[in-house]
């Protein structure tokens, strides 16, 4: 476990949840987070290499980011390239983490940082899905998730349906599992909730393991108070942030 | 820079919020109508749609509008033109139509807007982004959101359509709506810069700090003295006349009517008919470099005997000559030739002619206006250029030749030796619809030049969307500058501080106009353009009609159907001919109607000629006192004596210039459910006058919202009224239900939908016309009509039709 030097950026914009969870989280694992919002940010003018120095995790929460005008994440994934010019490889390939999660994988898919033919679009009942998935991890590219079994997370989506683009499909889809991008399927089905990219250090998930952080989170813990002090199981992927970042 | 920007999910995926809609149209079982909408709609699509103003260069934009809207996977951008890669093969609406389960299919749109007043996020977080793209901030950028819905169905009738708007698609309250025809859904004229604009309207305030962001930063000024400048604004200042545009020298109109039969029957007799006809056509496009000429043409037909002395000039030969003579004059002048048939009588002791007119309209020639008169107008900045020296007043002349020459600049007005207000007051040409003056940051030089003489300088007009380029322009010519305010369409001159309005004056009082001078009252706009080549307009005003006539080749057309045309394609400016003929019966109610029938349309009548046959003199006085009266020009009378023939005949024309021939209106009812109403006006008193010039389109902003106006004259009585809104009622078989509780003077009745109603009364009620709700049209072929004593009287309009 860190000794609290890493610093964590929890990036912030109108709409976003999650944020204490996301600074307790970090918080508990090891890390010092600050939760900024992304204007403020613009306005500090925090560049990439400023970013690279000062911070080696950089979160973007979920919720109704900037009320999801043209899509989920979209508006957000804008103010980040154009706004800040910010490039999340660079800062992987620097040592840096990137967790999004849901809307905010869907930053990431805007950003293009698992490849150009990927998308999310609304799911066929155009609801919000508020439900507890089990989700399994697939391959081993994602640092996020190593060692990690079956996690049982809340989810709280409109777009949850992940595309490919039918042009480029064969392709696409076939680097998609050659390179293991598609680390997070649902238990018992082919549907992708969760990327990676080809460093594995760059993640975003659909579900909110920020949400789980405690056993009494979920819904029925009452139906085994015993295990009511025991952590919940979206701290674990913290808890590998932290260690990702402490072995360097 | 405005553009318009639909996005769509790609064909191949499917829309799940319009499954979900329709899914719940399938649940709803409220009674029998609504309950089989759900088997008529058979497909149903949504887009989102956003009308964007940019302040940008064109290359700007189209980087923007890919960065914020694109993506490849699943959607499609539907710009027009500005981004064709983004859409389908067709770059149209037609590829998503091709999902449609039933093919070719009946597709109809439904577009909601959110209202200008209402509270946009979703505009707000997009311009947010843009702006973030473009790296910049501007006050005059907006963004305005809606959605677009296809819904396809044989059966649909617009009635369900109108339901499916009000009660499933838009929130009446904070959006508008209106319903798109198949063939619009696939052409690409919507994302046409005029048809975009119509739905940004310029912001209102303009946070100060926007304005001042090119100057060098001003030390903190002593406070402005309000009251002064309240009083400076009221004070009528005594303004050099010639300096300001006189509206006869704005443009070139030359007119020319005569009767023909005379000169065409010895001309006929000796075999080159027509040949007078294009003599005076050739004459006109050789002297004026027309833009338009106008021929109406008045020949009694079949059923009457040409009374020339010579075998075979039988009328039907006349016409064809005549027509035949048109049409080369039309191909061989690239003029566009209106031929007008106007008149046939059963009485044979009357006699044959033709009835010739010609309108020319060249480029302006004289006058202040001459080279801003081609230019719509819209926003400008205003500038204050100062040259202290001779060699930085050389700099100033070569930055303005330049900036003249990339059309940058609408106007400059001189203004050395001058007070800032005795500028403004001087430049009415250039500032006659309104400006707002922001003085923050520039405190002293605004109280200190407001009533003192300026320096050596001049104001300038910049456009808003050249507004950058010209300041770099002048930043690299090192020429000192100042943006001191923005020229608006609002008719009211402002002084605006840190937001707030500290001063205001409406343009009448401001440039001293004289209450209700009937020259000023009837001319604003000018209307033509340097093109040297015209073409027909692509109508796309969506209350248009059949009657209007805009093609710019041979038509029929009558008393019921003016000749409308638009020059340019520079301009949305037009030119109205409507023409009459009248026997004895003439006097000055008719004349007045026809003014209002002009005004009713959307015309505001420039000028009248007259030719008099067998010409009565009361005719003349009539004329003459119109002229004396309303201030409408007489152009041209003309006056024939033939006591052979044993009759008096008067034709006449009426030139109008319209504003914006897409706002122009035709008589008849469109649509079941509209609200009718009637709005007293004639030309007679001050307050009625509002009327017609807000029916002409000179003040307020929501004369398109009218479906319908019919002007109704003054000697009708209760009878005459029911019959004009009878014949009204007839085009499309409709009915409707009426209470008329009293007599019913000269004025208009007019019909709107209930969507548009709010904001339509709204703004008679703030410009102080009066109106009074009459009744509705229905469905049902009735007029229905109710007296005071709620007595109904019933006209069937099947069988009239």
């Known amino acids: 476990m860190s000794q609290g030097k890493f610093r964590a950026l929890i990036l912030s914009s109108p709409g976003a949840r999650g944020l204490h969870a996301f600074e307790y989280a970090l918080n508990t694992v090891g890390f010092d987070s600050e939760v900024l919002d992304i204007d403020e940010t613009m306005a500090l003018k925090l560049d990439q290499d400023q970013l690279c120095l000062k911070y080696k995790l950089v979160v973007l929460p979920g919720g109704n980011t900037y009320s999801s005008v043209l899509g989920g994440g979209r508006i957000l994934s804008i103010k980040i390239q154009q706004g800040l010019g910010w490039n999340f490889n660079k800062f992987a390939e620097r040592g840096g983490l990137v967790l999004g999660v849901g809307n905010g994988l869907l930053t990431l898919t805007h950003l293009k940082i698992f490849g150009d033919d990927y998308s999310f679009r609304t799911n066929e009942k155009a609801q919000y899905r508020e439900e507890w998935v089990k989700v399994t991890p697939f391959g081993n590219r994602c640092l996020w998730l190593r060692g990690l079994g079956t996690l049982e997370l809340p989810v709280n989506q409109l777009e949850d349906q992940f595309v490919i683009d039918p042009f480029a499909f064969v392709e696409a889809k076939g680097r998609l599992e050659r390179l293991g991008l598609s680390c997070l399927k649902r238990e018992g089905s082919n549907q992708i909730y969760g990327l990676c990219d080809q460093t594995g250090r760059i993640f975003g998930l659909l579900p909110h393991p920020e949400f789980f952080l405690s056993w009494t989170h979920m819904e029925d813990w009452f139906t085994n108070p015993t295990r009511a002090a025991a952590p919940g199981q979206g701290l674990q992927i913290f808890e590998n942030a932290a260690r990702i970042v402490a072995n360097g | ?335 566009p030739v209106v031929s007008m048939k106007c008149f046939e009588s059963l009485d044979e002791s009357e006699p044959s002619y033709f009835w010739t007119t010609t309108v020319a309209v060249g480029k302006p020639t004289k006058g202040a206006g001459a080279k801003n008169a081609n230019i ?71 109280q200190k030049y407001v009533n003192a003489p300026l320096p050596l300088g001049q104001v300038w007009g910049v456009k808003d969307d050249k507004r950058e380029w010209v300041i770099e322009e002048l930043k690299t010519r090192g020429i000192s500058f100042l943006h001191f305010g923005m020229t608006s369409m609002t008719g009211d001159i402002r002084f605006l501080e840190k937001g707030d309005v500290r001063a205001k004056a409406s343009i009448t009082n401001f440039f001293n106009i004289k209450p209700y001078s009937a020259k000023k009252d009837l001319l604003e706009e000018p209307v033509f353009t340097g093109e040297t080549r015209q073409q027909p307009v692509h109508f796309q005003n969506r209350f248009s009609t059949e009657e209007l006539v805009l093609k710019p080749e041979f038509n029929h057309v009558s008393i019921a159907s003016p000749v409308v045309l638009r020059p340019s394609l520079m301009s949305w400016s037009g030119v109205m001919v409507l023409g009459d003929l009248c026997g004895t019966d003439f006097d000055a109610s008719r004349l007045e109607y026809l003014f209002r029938k002009c005004t009713a349309i959307g015309g505001v009548i420039h000028s009248m000629q007259v030719s008099f046959l067998n010409g009565l003199k009361t005719w003349y006085k009539t004329f003459e006192k119109a002229q004396a009266q309303y201030g409408v020009k007489l152009d041209q009378a003309e006056s024939i004596v033939d006591p052979e023939i044993r009759s008096h005949w008067l034709a006449m024309q009426l030139i109008s210039r319209v504003n914006d021939i897409r706002s122009i209106r035709s008589e008849d009812f469109k649509h079941p459910h509209d609200r009718i109403y009637w709005l007293p006006g004639g030309f007679d008193q001050p307050a009625s006058r509002l009327v017609a010039r807000w029916l002409a389109c000179v003040e307020g902003r929501y004369q398109n919202s009218l479906h319908s106006a019919v002007a109704i004259e003054s000697t009708d009585g209760r009878q005459g009224v029911i019959n004009t809104l009878t014949y009204t009622l007839v085009k499309r078989r409709l009915g409707a239900e009426l209470k008329l509780q009293h007599h019913f003077p000269g004025g208009f009745f007019v019909s709107m939908s209930e969507n548009e109603r709010f904001a339509v009364e709204e703004e008679w009620r703030t410009m102080g016309i009066e109106f009074e709700f009459v009744g509705r049209t229905t469905s049902s072929p009735f007029l229905v009509v109710r007296d005071e004593s709620d007595r109904a009287q019933t006209i069937s309009i099947e069988d009239l039709a």
């Not at chain 2, 050395?416 to 619809?433: N, P, Q, V």
């Open chain 2, 376 to 446: 719509d107008k819209g926003p400008a900045g205003l500038f204050w250029i100062s040259h202290s020296d001779l060699i930085s007043a050389k700099l100033v002349q070569f930055a303005l030749d330049q900036c003249l020459k990339g059309e940058a600049i609408e106007f400059s007005v001189p203004g050395s030796g001058r007070s800032l207000m005795e500028i403004l007051k001087r430049a009415k040409a250039e500032l006659s619809y309104g400006f707002d003056i922001v003085v923050d940051g520039v405190e002293e030089w605004f």
């Open chain 2, 1 to 335: 820079m405005f553009v318009r920007i639909e996005i769509g999910q790609k064909a191949e995926f499917s829309d799940p919020e319009a499954n979900q809609l329709i899914s719940l149209l399938r649940e709803v079982q409220t009674d029998q109508r609504f309950g089989a909408i759900s088997d008529r709609l058979r497909w149903l699509r949504k887009l989102k749609v956003f009308w964007i103003h940019l302040n940008a260069p064109r290359d700007r934009v189209v980087h923007a509008v890919q960065v914020a809207f694109k993506n490849r996977v699943t959607d499609w951008v539907f710009t027009g033109d500005l981004l064709p890669s983004a859409a389908g093969a067709t770059g149209t609406l037609f590829d998503i139509m091709q999902e449609a389960p039933h093919r070719p299919g009946v597709f109809h749109g439904i577009e909601k807007r959110t209202r200008l007043q209402s509270h946009d996020e979703e505009a707000g977080v997009l311009l947010d982004a843009l702006q973030t793209i473009l790296g910049r901030r501007s006050s005059q950028d907006r963004v305005v959101s809606g959605e677009l819905m296809i819904v396809e169905g044989a059966k649909l009738a617009r009635d369900d359509l109108e339901w499916l708007a009000k009660y499933w698609f838009a929130h009446e309250q904070q959006e508008s709506w209106s319903i798109l025809p198949e063939e619009e859904l696939k052409k690409n004229s919507r994302f046409q810069h005029e048809q975009v604009q119509k739905y940004i309207s310029n912001p209102i305030e303009r946070p100060p700090s926007r304005l001042l962001q090119f100057r060098p930063t001003q030390q903190p000024a002593k406070e402005i003295s309000w009251e002064e400048i309240n009083e400076l604004i009221k004070t009528p200042m005594e303004c050099d006349e010639t300096a300001m545009i006189d509206e006869g020298e704005e443009f070139n109109l030359s007119t020319e009517i005569r009767f023909s039969s005379k000169d065409l029957q010895h001309r006929t007799q000796s075999e080159i008919e027509g040949q007078l006809v294009r003599q005076q056509l050739w004459h006109e496009a050789l002297q004026c470099e027309p833009r338009l000429q106008t021929v109406l043409s008045v020949l009694p037909d079949s059923n009457r005997l040409w009374r020339g002395e010579l075998h075979g000039a039988h009328p039907l030969r006349i016409k064809s000559e005549f027509n035949r003579a048109l049409k080369r004059v039309a191909e061989t002048t690239d003029t």
